[in-house]
């Protein structure tokens, strides 16, 4: 039987060549129709452990904490097939801060879902902490992210039973690595949040929450943190509160930080900023 990687590296490579010409300009995904056949073997890769080759056990490049190549992503739903993500090729520096930016449906929350683990592409080297990930499996997966990545949410996600330091005190459960545990009366302290520490969720305003989830990503004190959209549920000033929250984890601890935004006045807090438009990146500019 043919290999799946073979049929559908030529399916992709034939599909762009035909595609690349006649992009939708006005959308920033492309619906297409596929057979059945293909339809089954790209959910395949979309939804499975991606069979050992010679890209299984490559790390990242010196520097880097992410190294992406030719990563593709369909969604397949009903009978359409939503190309999302074509070919990208991309490499993120450890230390860095970006904002991974574009208009609703250019596939931002998709690109930082791929590239933390929560779904798998459907072709290409998707490297994270020099981890291979569609060669990991579902649990190596959970493994993964339990252990070296933080997140933070537009809805904070906050334990609504548990008081502010309870709630931070869950990020460092989830570091099993003893070492890497973090002070969390310090963080409270060092973050300026002392007066929220021993309060309930309902009982503190959304940016009090939102510093609350921040602390709890950095309780875990992981690799990477990725947020998406973290202050769009917050009014003008408190965002900016949050971000400038997360540039100075950024700059102070040498975190790498990978958000998604769609607002143009969030870019200047990022260390580099990568544009997505029709399913790929149409800028890439770092802004020290
Ligand atoms: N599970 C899914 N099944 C099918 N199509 C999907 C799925 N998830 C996303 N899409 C499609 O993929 C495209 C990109 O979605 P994505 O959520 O990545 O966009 P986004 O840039 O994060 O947008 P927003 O700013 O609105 O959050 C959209 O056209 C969306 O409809
Ligand atoms: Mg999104």
Redesign the pocket.
Known sequence: MKDIKDIKDKFLKNFLKEKSTSDNLHS??QIIKIDYKLKRQLNKANNTKRKSDEHANKINEVGNIIDIKNLNKY?I?GGNT?R?LTDLTLSIKTGDFVILY??????????LNLMSGLDRPTSGDLIVSNQNLPYLSNMQLTTFRRNKLAFIFQSYNLLNNLSGFDNVETGLYLQKDKSKQQDIKKMFEDFDLIDVIDKYPSQMSGGQQQRISILRALAKNSEIIFAD?PTGALDKKTGTIVMELLRKINMELGKTIIM?S?DPELIKYSTRVIK?SNSKIVQDETNK
């Open positions: 920033d995904s969604y739903s939503t999302v574009g208009k609703s449906g250019s596939g931002k929350t998709t690109l959209e998604v769609h997505l």
